[in-house]
């Protein structure tokens, strides 16, 4: 075993301990967070969206990611450019994006491209940030504590407790985060509903104006016809009276029907008169004296 030569071993070379795993740096994972998208893993760039669980997006990777689903599969419950909001960041005057490159000057890795415009915190991770669904505005925690109001401290402009979201929410506060997706899409859906039902009733009482519009009017024409005495029928001998009257004389005057029906016997067959049949032995007139023997000649129809 040795522990010749005056050699003593230590205990990190007897016994075999486990292997930690490998940590990650608190810091730099916090600055990943808040500096890159979370779809492409590569710098924000503007403009800077937000989705209703809290997370940080390019929206040209927004737009990518609905053309080709199979980039992400973190961003799934996005379905489209309505599900995610547009921040209105303040940017940070003090950042400067260079410093980074330099090897001889010292560089801040704390500082942040954006910071709260009511208190000035940078946007680094270290404190809360929440954004208004409603307007977009990105706010600290500080400054809703410090000025407790229902309207925005930016742009002034009103929301409620669940147009508030936590960005890059984690533990509790994602949780809830989902609770108040599906509690706002469900709100969007009824919203959409009641929209469609009132502009069916609107549609059906226009209509319905314009098919009753008529009726009305003949409706008032028959109250107006009930009115009025109705008229006796007039017998012939009152119509004769009245036509002679007309001419002048007790002669009644040929009404136009007459001459519709003489037009309708001259167009009566000729083929079924008497004289057409008459020209024919078959006739009535025929089978009486000459079917008879005659003095001179001989008539065959006497057999």
Request: charged residues 35%; contains cysteine.
């Amino acid at each position: 075993m040795g522990c010749d030569g005056g050699t003593i071993p230590k205990r990190h070379e007897l016994v075999k301990t486990a292997k930690r795993p490998e940590q990650k740096d608190k810091d730099m994972d916090r600055k990943a967070k808040w500096s890159t998208c979370t779809i492409s893993q590569q710098p924000l760039s503007s403009p800077v969206v937000a989705c209703e669980l809290g997370k940080l997006y390019s929206k040209e990777s927004i737009i990518e990611f609905l053309l080709d689903r199979s980039i992400c599969e973190t961003a799934n419950h996005i379905r489209n450019l309505k599900d995610v909001k547009t921040l209105k960041l303040t940017p940070n005057a003090g950042f400067d994006s260079k410093a980074s490159g330099t090897a001889n000057e010292y560089y801040d890795t704390q500082s942040a491209r954006f910071v709260c415009p009511v208190v000035g915190i940078e946007m680094n991770g270290k404190y809360k940030f929440y954004t208004l669904w409603s307007c977009g505005c990105v706010l600290s925690e500080r400054a809703f504590k410090e000025v407790e109001s229902e309207t925005c401290h930016n742009c002034g402009e009103k929301f409620d407790k669940d147009d508030v979201i936590v960005l890059n929410a984690e533990g509790e506060d994602l949780e809830k985060m989902e609770t108040n997706m599906k509690e706002r899409r469900e709100k969007m859906k009824k919203a959409k509903k009641l929209k469609k039902e009132k502009s069916n009733e609107k549609r059906k009482a226009e209509n319905g104006v314009h098919e009753f519009a008529v009726p009305q009017k003949l409706s008032n024409a028959k109250t107006d016809d009930k009115q009025r005495p109705a008229k006796k029928p007039k017998l012939s001998s009152e119509v004769t009276d009245t036509k002679s009257k007309i001419n002048g004389s007790g002669k009644d005057v040929p009404a136009k029907k007459a001459k519709s029906s003489k037009s309708k016997e001259d167009k009566v067959d000729i083929k079924q008169s008497k004289v057409y049949k008459n020209l024919f032995t078959s006739s009535e007139k025929k089978n009486g004296k000459d079917n008879q023997a005659h003095w001179v000649t001989y008539n065959p129809y006497h057999l």
